[in-house]
């Protein structure tokens, strides 16, 4: 299978200049890829890094060191150097993120929120948001919700919500922030076979989860983030 | 023979001014601006307006043009709303006969330059007549916009939008354009101009009016002009196009129609008359024979004074 | 959201440079900024955002750099040496500036529908029922009823008169829109609808926005892309969300250790 993501000899550290300007090495030397039809968990304790390769990925944080390299249509894209304009292309049409917390925005109903990266893509207002609705019942999300903002929702509403706007769209390389965190087990199960579907699809995916059963289920591969540990005297 | 040689010569005039009040350098300076305006209509020419003995608002600007066009055998004719003889137009015809000794008149035909103040006579000028207007404010942009260098900027780059938010306030407010005087209009194709504040119901004479038309704001230091058989086009919307007043009686004194018409309040029970703006014009078609639907009114022969002809 | 599909810039800055005096206002500012991206200027009081929006929009000519802008026929022209008339008519056709103080930028003593309709009278409209029928269109969109078009602003609330504001520049379906602190004086509530609507509305329209803000909030809700000012020069650009997330310069992190969490 091709592969969809490369990270070479990539780096991070924070440099916190309201403390004295103490530097804070999160990772180092971080070298792995993902294949089309894969799902690589990062494991490690809370502080090994995990979330913040997820970040790097997705331009969210600076990556110091190394090369980001995803595959975008014929292209090959280093997100380590690339333009802003380059990373909200790529966020539109190559890589998505799947996080437990919902960004909400003031007004817009829980299926427009679902549909919005659907339709982004190109697909028609109408389709979106028939998608949109199978998504949010699949997640059990009740139907009396669908036309509310989810501002006011319950936090394993919103969390579902966000969990269908993840993945409605279709981006070949799809990161997931521990999606499955505190939902109940009907609702793990959809997100397995959510991600299963993925896959079929020829989906890249690397992933945090720190459900054992659901890594078990959907890992093809973990990674442990401790071996990308950065020297502390480095 | 210039203009000075023969008020030095003829001394039919008070010898203790210059002919017409002003001195001769002023007067050629009033004529540049004069013929600068004449070069582009309806452009706002400055020029350096002189303190006359009158208060501002009085006429200052029209009495300044008319003093530096007029000549020794000019024949001058000074209305103020209409009538020759309101207190303005009695008061400026007295400071020319007073400082220029040239002839004067009531009667519209007769008169080469005619010096106005908020009307235009209803009968028709002709190619050797000037009209001279009194004018207040001669920036039609002022009440949108105060900023001077702002308002020369637009005339500059013909930024008119500005006049048509003011008609548009006027329809969304009265359902119609209710500006009925100092109606704004397009000079020419190119300048926006305010005729001072005649009613709009004067606005077609100004448009290929055969007379030269000179305008003075002596406060405002401002001196413009429309040329003989020029364009002049009033402001309007493709649904809400330019209309004049018009007046469902005749007047009440010679029975003309199609005239610019005054009330006038007869007594404290409510009557009333309409009578035309244009004595002169009235006078004339009385002593013609016209009769008006009032004319036989006792209160009739205290407003209209005498037609033309009939003595005193 | 399109911000890539367009290979050609709309605006190129390059070393825009404004001093009063000797003291500097703005320096060595250089960007670019493409059809349908929304930016974000953030800074303190007197750090040059001001000032080099008022550059950028023409208002405030720069002491030194150039400002090139896509005219409509795709031609790239600097805007310090187009006429003041075709200056004139891109700041009412294809730009619109919003202005903190709403009273700024409407015409405070005629009526919301004549405040909506002069740009279009401005470049050419004359019937006053079409005139009419969009600005009560333009009320619909920026939410402000329809039996509220012949009042005057003086009678909004703040909230309203900067949705007027808004609708009176988008009128003619301007490309770029300056926004100057545009939440700026607003309550809270009032900010969080206007910034709803202003967001719905650049991304239906495709606008390209430059907006100066120190609300960081309003940044990141808005904007893809930010630049931070200290002291005339700009310190740190990128992505919002990495900027914000992941600042780098000590001043940045300052000012995103300085929001209030709620």
């Not at chain 2, 028709?124 to 001279?132: C, G, T």
Request: a negative charge.
């Amino acid at each position: 299978m091709p592969v969809r993501l490369y990270l070479n000899n990539v780096g991070k550290s924070f440099t916190m200049h309201l403390q004295g300007g103490m530097v804070i090495p999160v990772v180092s030397n971080v070298e792995f890829s993902v294949a089309s039809g894969e799902c690589v968990v990062l494991g490690g304790p809370s502080g090994a890094g995990k979330s913040s390769i997820l970040k790097m990925i997705y331009g969210n944080y600076r990556c110091d060191e190394g090369q980001i390299l995803v595959t975008a249509g014929d292209e090959i894209i280093n997100v380590a150097t690339a333009e802003p304009r380059q990373m909200l292309s790529l966020r539109d049409r190559t890589i998505g993120y799947v996080s437990q917390f919902l960004r909400t925005i003031p007004r817009v109903s829980a299926e427009d929120v679902v549909a919005e990266p659907l339709i982004a893509q190109g697909t028609s207002e109408t389709e979106g948001l028939e998608t949109a609705r199978s998504l949010l019942a699949r997640l059990n999300v009740p139907e009396r919700l669908w036309k509310l903002p989810p501002a006011t929702f319950s936090g394993g509403e919103q969390q579902r919500v966000n969990i269908a706007r993840g993945f409605i769209a279709h981006y070949p390389v799809l990161l997931l922030d521990e999606p499955t965190a505190s939902l109940d087990a009907a609702n793990r199960a959809v997100v397995i076979r959510l991600v299963e579907e993925k896959k079929a699809q020829g989906v890249a995916m690397v992933g945090i989860l720190h459900d054992q059963d659901v890594r078990d289920e959907i890992a093809n591969r973990i990674i442990d983030v401790t071996s990308f540990a950065a020297d502390a005297a480095a | 023979m210039t203009v000075m040689d023969q008020a030095l010569e003829t001394g039919t005039h008070d010898g203790a001014y210059n002919f017409a009040y002003l001195d001769e350098q002023t007067k050629r300076m009033i004529r540049r601006a004069i013929l600068k305006g004449i070069a582009i209509p309806g452009y706002q020419v400055p020029f350096a307006s002189r303190e006359m003995p009158m208060p501002y608002g009085w006429g200052t600007g029209g009495v300044q043009v008319t003093a530096s066009i007029l000549g020794q055998d000019d024949c001058l004719k000074m209305i103020d709303q209409g009538s020759d003889d309101t207190t303005n137009a009695v008061s400026l015809r007295g400071f020319f006969e007073k400082t220029a000794g040239v002839k004067t008149t009531t009667e519209t035909g007769e008169a080469t330059i005619i010096q106005t103040r908020h009307r235009i006579p209803e009968q028709d000028l002709r190619e050797d007549q000037i009209l001279v207007f009194q004018v207040p404010i001669p920036e039609p942009l002022r009440f949108l916009e105060p900023r001077e260098t702002e308002t020369r900027k637009m005339h500059a780059l013909e930024d008119y939008g500005l006049m048509h938010v003011k008609l548009y306030e006027d329809i969304a407010k009265n359902g119609h354009i209710a500006t009925t005087y100092a109606y704004p209009v397009k000079v020419n194709g190119r300048y926006v101009m305010d005729p001072s504040p005649t009613p709009k119901f004067d606005n077609p004479k100004i448009d290929q009016m055969a007379a030269l038309q000179l305008y003075g704001a002596g406060r405002e230091k401002r001196i413009y002009a429309i040329p003989p058989y020029t364009e002049v086009k009033s402001l309007d919307f493709e649904d809400y196009p330019f209309e004049v007043q018009t007046f469902d009686k005749p007047c009440g004194l010679c029975g003309a129609e199609n005239v610019y018409l005054d009330e006038v309040i007869l007594d404290d029970k409510g009557g009333r008359m309409f009578v035309c703006s244009d004595s002169d014009y009235c006078e004339d078609r009385r002593a013609k024979g016209h009769v008006g639907p009032m004319a036989a009114d006792p209160a009739a022969s205290q407003i209209g004074g005498s037609p033309k002809g009939a003595g005193e | 959201m399109s911000v890539y599909q367009s290979e050609d810039p709309l605006l190129q800055v390059h070393n825009v440079t404004r001093y009063y005096g000797d003291r500097i206002g703005c320096s060595d500012v250089s960007f670019d900024l493409w059809p349908g991206e929304v930016l974000a200027i953030v800074g303190e009081s007197g750090s040059g955002k001001t000032t080099l929006l008022n550059c950028l929009s023409t208002r405030l000519a720069p002491t030194a750099g150039a400002i090139e802008y896509r005219m409509r026929d795709g031609a790239m022209r600097n805007l310090y040496q187009l006429s003041e008339a075709e200056r004139r008519l891109l700041m009412r056709t294809d730009w619109g500036f919003v202005h903190q103080n709403a009273a700024d930028g409407l015409r405070m003593n005629v009526s919301a529908g004549a405040n909506v309709g002069e740009r279009l009278m401005a470049v050419g409209d004359r019937h006053y029922g079409k005139i009419r029928e969009k600005a009560d269109d333009w009320l619909g969109r920026v939410e402000i009823a329809s039996d509220r078009i012949d009042d005057d602003p003086r009678s909004f609330s703040g909230g309203m008169r900067q949705r007027l504001q808004i609708a009176r520049n988008l009128v003619t379906h301007p490309r770029l829109v300056f926004m100057d602190e545009p939440t700026g004086g607003l309550d809270v509530s009032v900010q969080a609808r206007l910034l709803d609507l202003l967001r719905r509305l650049v991304a239906d329209l495709g606008l390209s926005v430059i907006i100066v803000t120190h609300d960081l909030a309003v940044a990141r809700l808005l904007s893809h892309r930010i630049m931070v000012m200290r002291h005339g020069n700009v310190i740190e650009a990128g992505l919002t969300d990495q900027v914000l997330d992941d600042p780098r310069e000590p001043y940045t992190q300052l000012l995103v250790s300085s929001i209030l969490q709620v």
